[in-house]
């Protein structure tokens, strides 16, 4: 079978589109689960945040695909709530958390800001296999977690 000459760029051109769809953007895929491991808070704003040297302590989240539920910790407080994830939007509702003290004000202030950042987010990017950005509305990011996986 031979191609006539006007299909040879019309080919060449699908073959590029293909190629450049199949190794766009950082080569993560968008549908990547994050449901199974625990995240681990790095950044909250933009601002570094450091292991406190106690797992128990560190703000965590953990996206459970079987039931549609996220657990975590703020550093103090225990929450949970629920998620909807689709591509890459994530909607977390009903997050509840409880309401014990910190001993450590800092660290309450910290526990509240990454609270108000789960409410705030609406999207997610994966910037690597173990590292997970949650977006707000307007596409900024809100905090950055890791895991080991």
Same mark, same amino acid.
């Given at each position: ?5 006007a ?19 950082? *080569? ?13 808070l ?14 128990? $302590? ?7 695909? $079987?039931?549609?539920?996220?657990? *975590? ?11 909807? $994830?689709s ?6 509702s009903?997050?509840?958390?409880? $309401? ?28 690597s ?9 307007? *596409? ?5 977690l890791?895991?080991?996986?």
């Amino acid at each position: 079978m031979r191609s006539s000459p006007a299909a040879i760029p019309f080919l060449s051109a699908t073959l590029l589109a293909a190629a450049l769809l199949a190794g766009c953007g950082s *080569g993560i895929n968008l549908d990547e689960p994050i449901e199974g491991p625990v995240w681990r808070l790095d950044q909250l704003g933009g601002e570094p945040v450091a292991p406190s040297g106690d797992p128990q $302590r560190d703000p965590t989240v953990q996206f459970d695909r $079987r039931n549609g539920r996220v657990n *975590g910790s703020g550093g103090c407080n225990r929450l949970s709530g629920t998620f909807e $994830r689709s591509g890459s939007t994530l909607k977390l509702s009903q997050l509840a958390s409880t $309401r014990m003290a910190c001993a450590d004000p800092a660290l309450g202030t910290k526990e509240a800001q990454f609270f108000a950042a789960l409410q705030a987010t609406t999207s997610y990017r994966m910037q690597s296999p173990t590292r997970l950005a949650l977006l707000d509305a307007g *596409g900024r990011t809100v905090a950055t977690l890791s895991t080991t996986r």
